[in-house]
């Protein structure tokens, strides 16, 4: 069991007030995998009252020592990588050797990457008779989700301390193991008490307790579009910054010139990533409608490419989803699917066999002649579930990929790099990749529309944490 009964504020291990606890389970069996404390508003004030007592100090020290903290931290995480990618491939469901890649390496990748952009930042300039100088904003509170956890808790974590902050943060109590990992490496790396603070519990009272609290200057959330509005309503009454990544429901446009055996295999991979729990997920594919019966015979038969099983397994490419709750939502948008008239080409809603007893198991799943209008094609699913829209030409495609709420990231596929880079500049969303375009951690990260505002990774997510001030000189 990885059970844990502290939590860390103000520089130590303490014991919660509350004697409530939270079971976090197994997504490959449903077992119970430990327990974590459920903080409740007492806990929530030491922690932002060590985050508060601690920013001063911590916000004069110079840009180059928390530099050397960020770098020692990358170290130390690296030093456990293996048992940060175990614990997630339990919390979450990942295949090990990917989460190993992603969900452990991302976050030790990261805080090196901030630690040298801290060290190059320009930290004030001059324009005309003013000096501009970056403060950082103060004390932060990073509240997170659980389906790429220390990768979403880095994001937030690295920069805001790289630019002076301090912070509280309450990780997702689906997958809260991780950021224990993190804490003790922390505290192993030698960060001054109070910078780092870990609070874990539920959204209610634990997460608003800490948007509310008066001592927190800046809210960096990542999470659903609903509590991403409730944040936002509660952080506006004393007018905290607020910073949202939240759901998409990205389209992958394949023009009719493209590689279509590339792009709808590149499509499936970006749709099935991480079981579709994944938020930039390209979980609408927009084939011309010519292309269509090729496309769907390509995409249900890469569907059914997708092994099914045990993340601990080596065969395994599609692991379970992260809990009951997501199981029930997806199987559930899965025959809302069928009873609005999408054709199922692969998967379906019952379970899939030879998969351990008690996980959260669903088959990867590809709809058909779906319309846009549809259920499927405009809300957020969160599982392994492909819908496929024919379009009429390029323009018709352009309004479909964004006939939808969110903004948070797309595709487009096609021969010709100047049609497909002139598609990409049309849809409205943070982050599109040209012709299966790797991911980049120094380019910005985030959403338009309900998607979210504010940007995440490299610079453009350092200067989220900083406020500009100018000092006005007489000579
Ligand atoms: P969630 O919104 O239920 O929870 C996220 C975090 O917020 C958790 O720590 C939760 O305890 C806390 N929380 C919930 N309600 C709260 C409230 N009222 N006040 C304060 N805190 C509250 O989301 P989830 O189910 O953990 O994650 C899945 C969602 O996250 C999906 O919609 C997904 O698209 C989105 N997501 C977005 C990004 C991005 O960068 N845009 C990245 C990953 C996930």
């Known amino acids: 069991m990885l059970n844990r009964d502290k939590l860390f504020i103000g520089g130590q291990w303490s014991t919660p007030a509350s004697r409530e606890t939270i079971d976090v389970h197994n997504a490959g069996n449903g077992e119970v995998l430990g327990r974590i404390p459920a903080a409740g508003e007492k ?88 000096v501009v100088v970056r403060d950082p904003v103060g004390v932060v509170a990073a509240s997170t989700p659980w389906n790429y956890p220390l990768h979403q808790i880095t994001l937030k974590l690295a920069p805001a301390l790289g630019a002076g902050c301090t912070v509280v943060l309450k990780p997702s109590e689906v997958a809260p193991f991780n950021a224990f990992i993190l804490a003790e490496v922390m505290e192993a790396a030698g960060l001054p008490a109070g910078v780092f603070n870990l609070v874990t519990g539920t959204g209610q009272p634990a997460g608003e307790a800490l948007v509310k ?138 379970a899939p066999e030879g998969v351990p007893a008690g996980g959260y198991y669903v088959k990867p799943t590809v709809f058909g002649k779906v319309k846009n209008s549809m259920t499927i094609a405009q809300e957020e699913i969160f599982g392994p579930v492909l819908s496929i829209i024919p379009y009429k030409d390029e323009e018709d495609a352009i309004r479909i990929a964004n006939d939808t ?33 790797a991911f980049n951690m120094n380019a910005p990260f985030g959403g338009f529309k309900q998607s979210g505002h504010g940007r995440e990774a490299g610079v453009y997510g350092l200067e989220e944490f900083l406020e500009y001030k100018s000092l006005q000189l007489k000579g």
């Open 43 to 130: 806990e929530v004030d030491a922690a932002v009252k060590a985050a508060r007592a601690a920013l001063e100090a911590w916000s004069a020290t110079s840009p180059a020592a928390r530099a050397d903290y960020l770098q020692k931290i990358s170290d130390g995480l690296k030093a456990r990588s293996e048992e940060i990618a175990k614990t997630i491939a339990q919390e979450v469901g990942m295949p090990l050797k990917m989460a190993s890649r992603i969900q452990a390496g991302l976050p030790i990748a990261n805080f090196a990457n901030y630690a040298k952009l801290v060290r190059e930042f320009k930290w004030e300039d001059r324009v005309g008779n003013s």
């Open 213 to 350: 609290h008066p001592g927190v200057d800046m809210i960096s959330f990542t999470g659903s579009t609903r509590a991403g509005k409730r944040i936002s309503e509660l952080a506006a009454q004393s007018v905290k910054r607020v910073a949202l990544e939240l759901g998409g429901k990205s389209a992958s446009v394949i023009l009719d010139d493209a590689d279509l055996a590339a792009a709808v295999k590149g499509t499936v991979n970006g749709c099935y990533l991480n079981s579709g729990q994944t938020c930039t997920a390209l979980t609408r594919m927009l084939v011309s409608e010519k292309q269509y019966p090729e496309a769907a015979k390509l995409a249900a038969e890469a569907a059914k490419g997708f092994t099914v099983g045990d993340p601990m397994a080596e065969t395994t490419r599609l692991g379970p989803l992260t809990s009951q709750a997501q199981l029930e939502r997806v199987r559930s948008y899965i025959k809302k699917g069928q009873q609005e008239g999408a054709e199922l080409l692969a998967g379906g809603a019952d």
């Open 405 to 437: 709420v969110y903004g948070l990231a797309g595709a487009v596929w096609s021969k010709d790099e100047s049609r497909a880079q002139r598609v990409a500049r049309r849809i409205r969303a943070g982050q599109v990749d040209v012709n299966g375009g």
